[in-house]
């Protein structure tokens, strides 16, 4: 399975860690606030968004059948294609594997000819997924990193990464998915020290009301980020930018 078919409203089971009663206790406050912005979630963007897209990148119509529900939106994907064209980032790290790998290693291709590595918790989903993007002739670092420990003071857990690039140009993060705890992709500021001057952060789901709390605690933790929300697609991005 890959997120070229049709998928549920919640994201994939089985991360491999359980959660304590106080965790359980968060997810289930945290999806009762953020609701109206799960339901958003189901969209994943207009027919005519996706064809501009998928127009933009050069691939056929049927590339990226379905989207929406956990899967990224045609806002956040075009925003991902902008920054591509406009920075050539020549190390790109995403974390939670799908169609922004399709589309990020695309357009790595069409603009500078940048690295993708890609990690996602689910093993036969990065192993679909590396068989879904050789068929469009897309190639990508696409690698299994099962959930461990979280760094630092962020609750849940976090992916067990392996070796990492000492640069990283462009960070997508698009995982864990919140099921696990509403603030655990937080985690991922253990990379922001790699990430060089102009370098930039794009965290997906913004808009949630948990992501609204970690750009809170990143806003004033890294304070040589510049970080701002903008409302890009139907759940919004962060973007931070290393100004130091």
Same mark, same amino acid.
């Given at each position: 399975?890959?997120?070229?078919?049709?998928?549920?409203?919640?994201?994939?089971?089985?991360?491999?860690?359980?959660?304590?009663?106080?965790?359980?206790?968060?997810?289930?406050?945290?999806?009762?606030?953020?609701?109206?912005?799960?339901?958003?979630?189901?969209?994943?963007?207009?027919?005519?968004?996706?064809?501009?897209?998928?127009?933009?990148?050069?691939?056929?119509?049927?590339?990226?059948?379905?989207?929406?529900?956990?899967?990224?939106?045609?806002?956040?994907?075009?925003?991902?294609?902008?920054?591509?064209?406009?920075?050539?980032?020549?190390?790109?790290?995403?974390?939670?594997?799908?169609?922004?790998?399709?589309?990020?290693?695309?357009?790595?291709?069409?603009? $500078? %000819?940048?690295? =993708? !590595?890609?990690?996602?918790?689910?093993? #036969?989903?990065?192993?679909?997924?590396?068989? *879904?993007? +050789?068929?469009?002739?897309?190639?990508?670092?696409?690698?299994?990193?099962?959930?461990?420990?979280?760094?630092?003071?962020?609750?849940?857990?976090?992916?067990?990464?392996?070796?990492?690039?000492?640069?990283?140009?462009?960070?997508?993060?698009?995982?864990?998915?919140?099921?696990?705890?509403?603030?655990?992709?937080?985690?991922?500021?253990?990379?922001?020290?790699?990430?060089?001057? $102009? %370098?930039?952060? =794009? !965290?997906?789901?913004?808009?949630?009301? #948990?992501?609204?709390?970690?750009?809170?605690? *990143?806003? +004033?933790?890294?304070?040589?980020?510049?970080?701002?929300?903008?409302?890009?697609?139907?759940?919004?991005?962060?973007?931070?930018?290393?100004?130091?």
């Amino acid at each position: 399975m890959t997120s070229r078919e049709v998928t549920s409203f919640l994201p994939l089971a089985g991360h491999g860690a359980e959660k304590s009663l106080a965790e359980m206790g968060m997810v289930i406050l945290y999806g009762a606030i953020g609701w109206p912005w799960l339901l958003k979630s189901l969209s994943g963007g207009t027919k005519a968004a996706k064809r501009a897209l998928l127009q933009r990148l050069a691939l056929p119509a049927d590339a990226l059948p379905n989207l929406g529900s956990w899967k990224a939106d045609t806002g956040f994907l075009h925003l991902i294609i902008g920054h591509i064209e406009a920075h050539r980032p020549q190390n790109v790290v995403e974390l939670g594997a799908g169609a922004t790998s399709l589309v990020i290693g695309r357009a790595l291709q069409l603009h $500078g %000819g940048g690295h =993708l !590595l890609s990690l996602d918790q689910h093993e #036969g989903f990065i192993h679909a997924t590396h068989d *879904w993007l +050789r068929e469009h002739g897309v190639q990508a670092d696409l690698r299994h990193a099962p959930l461990g420990d979280s760094p630092g003071n962020w609750p849940g857990c976090w992916y067990e990464t392996g070796p990492m690039p000492d640069q990283i140009d462009l960070l997508v993060i698009d995982g864990p998915p919140w099921t696990i705890h509403p603030f655990v992709r937080g985690a991922a500021e253990a990379l922001f020290d790699r990430i060089p001057v $102009g %370098g930039t952060v =794009l !965290l997906d789901d913004a808009a949630r009301p #948990g992501e609204r709390v970690i750009a809170g605690r *990143w806003r +004033r933790k890294w304070t040589n980020f510049s970080f701002r929300l903008v409302s890009v697609g139907t759940k919004g991005t962060l973007i931070g930018t290393r100004l130091r």
